[in-house]
């Protein structure tokens, strides 16, 4: 009861601040006024990368590329919402916990943050079920000059179990903020399978071409 009181106010106090993106009609509980909200560039449709179906929200153009670059690059976290709602918008698969896509130390020291773990806490939070983070990544090393095989083998190489964690999940959902040849989901996937996932599906809130 508490919480739907809770839920109740909040909604009404978003509908009190405008819109992030127009800053002129009044914002909604996606943080967007409901014409910006539609206007938005919608996707909503599956990938396939590595022989795995991949679910996106939009496609990485305008202004979704640059809202994507102001919460990732320039710590904008007011986006988190809007891209937590982006992912909510999809028909997401019933699973039994989110696993956000792990950065290195070295990032994370560089920006401050994990933007996907955020957004994953937040979705989280609205299907009523835990962050699983199993895995982690060694140092991201660039990928120019390399070829596509060797791409691979470098992103496989960066992802390592952790095999001390003792709670497994089943069926779990990888989340990341964009996707183009889906090499890191595939690496992650495969990682979490060794550690006895059954079932990994992945979403995505933006493709790239």
């Not at 909200?37 to 990485?60: C, G, M, N, T």
């Not at 809202?67 to 992912?87: D, G, M, N, V």
């Not at 390592?160 to 959902?173: A, D, F, G, N, S």
């Amino acid at each position: 009861m508490l919480n739907l009181i809770h839920q109740t106010i909040q909604r009404g106090i978003q509908t009190l601040f405008p819109c992030q993106l127009c800053g002129l009609g009044r914002q909604q509980q996606h943080s967007l006024c409901e014409q910006c909200w539609d206007h938005l560039p919608w996707f909503k449709q599956s990938l396939q990368r590595h022989e795995r179906q991949i679910l996106v929200a939009h496609h990485y153009t305008f202004p979704m590329d640059r809202i994507i670059q102001k919460y990732k690059y320039e710590q904008q976290l007011h986006y988190q919402t809007l891209l937590a709602h982006s992912l909510l918008n999809l028909k997401l698969p019933k699973v039994q916990a989110i696993v956000a896509m792990p950065i290195s130390t070295e990032r994370l020291r560089e920006r401050g943050y994990n933007q996907t773990l955020i957004i994953a806490k937040l979705l989280a939070k609205q299907l009523h079920i835990p962050v699983w983070q199993p895995v982690i990544r060694a140092a991201q090393h660039a990928q120019k000059g390399l070829t596509r095989i060797e791409r691979l083998e470098n992103i496989e190489n960066q992802f390592q179990p952790i095999i001390t964690k003792q709670r497994k999940y089943r069926k779990v959902l990888i989340i990341d903020d964009v996707i183009t040849t889906g090499s890191s989901i595939h690496a992650l996937a495969q990682a979490l399978e060794s550690l006895g996932c059954q079932q990994v599906y992945a979403a995505c809130i933006a493709a790239a071409e």
